[in-house]
């Protein structure tokens, strides 16, 4: 750091901080704060080995945090939500790439003022900084100047890999750097993966979860923004230093002041109920804490000690409550006390968004994009659909679309790689699989819509013979032939030529099991046919006669050859068949010869 110079490093992989607002409210419910400094947040540590927030769960799933970019902060409205932090309620919150969170886009701000280099040594020989650089780059003094949370603040970049979500949830909003690396790293040896996840919870209380984290310089912590605090040293003389880093691993994890634990405020369509109940976390050997509560709404609040610790708001709601009201929590326990502010908010009738006309298209001429259908391989997949909401246009800042997750499916499985892109390269899909995406519409104000499912498309795949066992079989069928190859699943014929198989057993989507039909001797083509198309393997087969006929067993040629009259073999020669025939003639020639021969009589006479 400029200012402290080098500090004893700690390792705070697979580690999770908390920040719990503690102490009484700092002023009455609906009057602004002052002076809330650090002593309204408790820190803890403890051990963890996984994120508490997943990207895709049962609730849904998380957004691509889009752009992250260096000198740019990335805006996230809080829609309905307020997040508290040192005494000051705020609706939006600003994400850098270099692992902090803000509440106004400083770089903006700058704009318009001609800022040159400023010395932050007194004109001494230092270099000099930019107000950007105090502001954007991890160092003390720029991390005080500004009501800040440094959840990883060092210089980070994604373009080595790596991504960053986000997902608002009905208690807190999500922030995730996975994989991030770190600019100052050695290029001789493989970057150093950072990954960590921030919550707001609208409660007021801050989580930092960290698995894999190395940086060469970073700062965790949060600001209230009044500047870095004054080392005493500076000031007077003869005095111990009381100013330094505390390493937050040796904070430990179970808490010592009473806090109420993050409620998740209720929004409801009016004539619904808006409940929730309230508990604290307490320090080890103390009694229950007492609840209360009162709202800025007429009246006494809707609000009770359940005297176990807890307490319960309940109230029934009319079309005259629409809007948000603030319920103020407080627990008592001994001489501590905590509050929360729970936001309640009373919508009129919920109206979401849609996604309608999906459409699922391959860039080829005379497709529908609008139904399921087989493509060919080889072709890019793109995404369009059109939002939807009644009041868009009557109040787009309400209902206006805001951040879309758009989630592509293989064969039924999220493929994450490819969030929110409209569009998959043509070199992904692949011969046999299955895709589809699901668009879920969000305003901007952060109402999500119904997911909504585009058609499925199917790569062909036409099925290929890569090999025949056995090769022949008898002309009476009935053989039990092995057919190899490719894309064999989806079956419908396995022929011989043209004559079906008269069985097929599908073994796996490489192999299938037939039986061979009747069939005519000689050498046919076996032919696959799947939904996808047709496969051959051209006079791969051969039906071949039964030899073994017993009436003509034992015979020899000679004897073949001496039949005459039509019963010699079927094997003959040519000339031996016209030698039956020559012999058959002389036959009929010798009978008529001896039909016309004289007949001697008995009487002498000759005829």
Same mark, same amino acid.
């Given at each position: 750091d400029p200012f402290l110079g080098e500090q004893d490093p700690f390792d705070l992989s697979y580690s999770q901080i908390t920040f719990r607002p503690v102490g009484p409210p700092p002023a009455?419910? +609906?009057?602004?704060?002052?002076?809330?400094?650090?002593?309204?947040?408790?820190?803890?540590?403890?051990?963890?080995?996984?994120?508490?927030?997943?990207?895709?769960?049962?609730?849904?799933? =998380?957004?691509?945090?889009?752009?992250?970019?260096?000198?740019? /902060?990335?805006?996230?409205?809080?829609?309905? %939500?307020?997040?508290?932090?040192? =005494?000051?309620?705020?609706?939006k919150v600003y994400i850098?790439?270099?692992?902090?969170?803000? @509440?106004?886009? @400083?770089?903006?701000? /700058?704009?318009?003022?001609?800022?040159?280099? *400023?010395?932050?040594?007194?004109? +001494?020989?230092?270099?000099?900084?930019?107000?950007?650089?105090? /502001?954007d780059s991890p160092n003390i003094a720029g991390h005080f100047m500004l009501p800040r949370i440094s959840f990883l603040f060092s210089l980070l970049r994604f373009t080595d890999g790596g991504q960053a979500w986000g997902r608002i949830l009905s208690d807190r909003l999500v922030v995730t750097f996975e994989n991030a690396v770190e600019l100052f790293y050695n290029p001789y040896s493989s970057p150093t993966r950072n990954t960590v996840q921030v919550e707001l919870f609208f409660s007021g209380q801050i989580?930092?979860?960290?698995?894999?984290? @190395?940086?060469?310089?970073?700062?965790? &912590?949060i600001s209230d923004g009044q500047g870095a605090p004054v080392d005493p040293t500076g000031v007077f003389d003869n005095v111990e230093p009381a100013f330094g880093l505390t390493p @937050?691993?040796?904070?430990?994890?179970?808490?010592?002041? /009473?806090?109420?634990?993050?409620?998740?405020?209720?929004?409801?369509?009016?004539?619904?109920d808006a409940m929730f109940t309230a508990d604290a976390s307490t320090p080890e050997g103390i009694g229950l804490p007492f609840f209360m509560g009162q709202w800025n709404n007429f009246g006494e609040a809707p609000f009770a000690d359940l005297g176990d610790g807890s307490g319960k708001f309940l109230w029934a709601t009319d079309y005259e409550d629409i809007g948000a009201h603030t319920v103020r929590v407080t627990a008592q326990v001994d001489n501590m006390q905590a509050y929360q502010d729970v936001r309640v908010v009373v919508q009129?009738?919920?109206?979401?968004?849609?996604?309608?006309?999906?459409?699922?298209?391959?860039?080829?001429l005379d497709e529908d994009p609008s139904v399921s259908r087989p493509i060919p391989p080889g072709r890019p997949l793109i995404a369009s659909y059109v939002y939807y909401h009644p009041y868009s246009e009557q109040s787009p800042l309400e209902y206006a679309e805001g951040i879309y997750m758009l989630y592509w499916l293989r064969n039924g499985q999220v493929v994450?790689?490819? !969030?929110?892109?409209?569009?998959?390269?043509?070199?992904?899909?692949?011969?046999?699989?299955?895709?589809?995406?699901?668009? !879920?519409? *969000?305003?901007? !104000? %952060?109402?999500?819509?119904?997911?909504?499912?585009?058609?499925?498309? !199917?790569?062909?795949?036409?099925?290929? *013979?890569?090999? *025949?066992?056995?090769?022949? &079989?008898l002309t009476i069928g009935g053989d039990t032939v092995t057919v190899r190859g490719k894309y064999?699943?989806?079956?419908?014929?396995?022929?011989f030529g043209d004559v079906p198989a008269t069985s097929i057993r599908i073994v796996n989507d490489e192999e299938v099991e037939v039986i061979t039909p009747l069939h005519v001797a000689g050498k046919v083509t076996v032919s696959v046919e799947t939904l996808s198309g047709i496969g051959r393997s051209i006079d791969s087969f051969s039906f071949v006669g039964d030899q073994d006929d017993p009436v003509n067993e034992g015979e020899g040629e000679e004897e073949k050859e001496r039949r005459i009259l039509g019963c010699g073999n079927s094997e003959n020669s040519g000339s031996s068949k016209g030698l039956d025939l020559l012999l058959f003639g002389i036959v009929v020639f010798v009978l008529l010869l001896a039909a016309r021969r004289p007949r001697a009589i008995s009487d002498g006479y000759c005829d």
């Open positions: 009455p419910l +609906g009057e602004p704060a002052v002076g809330v400094n650090y002593n309204a947040y408790e820190a803890s540590t403890c051990v963890v080995r996984e994120l508490p927030v997943k990207r895709v769960d049962a609730q849904g799933g =998380g957004y691509t945090l889009t752009p992250l970019n260096p000198a740019a /902060l990335l805006e996230l409205p809080l829609g309905d %939500m307020r997040f508290p932090f040192f =005494g000051k309620e705020y609706d850098s790439v270099n692992g902090y969170i803000v @509440f106004e886009d @400083f770089f903006r701000a /700058l704009e318009d003022y001609d800022l040159s280099g *400023i010395d932050l040594f007194d004109g +001494g020989d230092e270099d000099e900084y930019s107000i950007q650089e105090i /502001l989580r930092f979860t960290y698995l894999d984290s @190395f940086v060469y310089y970073g700062l965790v &912590g @937050f691993v040796h904070l430990p994890c179970a808490p010592s002041q /009473l806090s109420i634990n993050p409620v998740t405020p209720p929004v409801v369509s009016f004539g619904e009129d009738k919920v109206v979401l968004p849609s996604a309608v006309n999906l459409l699922l298209s391959t860039d080829t994450s790689a490819l !969030t929110n892109s409209l569009q998959v390269p043509a070199n992904i899909p692949q011969p046999g699989e299955r895709w589809s995406f699901q668009i !879920t519409p *969000i305003t901007v !104000t %952060m109402l999500f819509g119904a997911p909504a499912d585009s058609p499925v498309v !199917t790569v062909m795949a036409v099925p290929e *013979i890569e090999g *025949i066992t056995p090769v022949q &079989g064999l699943d989806d079956l419908l014929f396995v022929k």
